[in-house]
């Protein structure tokens, strides 16, 4: 089983619910709560990390250090979300 974690940017919207973006990964989805927009989102990034690593496409699996994206995003809530995959 392989980890990966990546950091990724939490923002509330208008309606209350939360967006969850992986800038490294180019991914993004929505959540009621933070909490269930941080599940959703490390579901979709062990999904995503599966694909690429069965097609091949490790190397597109890098993540862009924590601090640089908490510090592009300082109004916004920045996380590390880990993912696994066999």
Do not use: W
Request: hydrophobic content about 40%; charged content about 25%.
């Amino acid at each position: 089983m392989r980890q990966y974690v990546f950091p990724v940017i939490f923002i509330k919207n208008e309606d209350n619910t939360f967006l969850a973006h992986s800038p490294d990964l180019n991914i993004s989805i929505d959540g009621d709560t933070i909490e269930e927009a941080f599940l959703f989102i490390q579901e979709f990034i062990s999904i995503y990390c599966s694909y690429a690593t069965k097609n091949g496409e490790e190397e597109s699996l890098i993540p862009t250090k924590y601090e640089k994206i908490a510090e592009q995003n300082q109004s916004k809530i920045v996380m590390l979300v880990d993912a696994f995959v066999k």
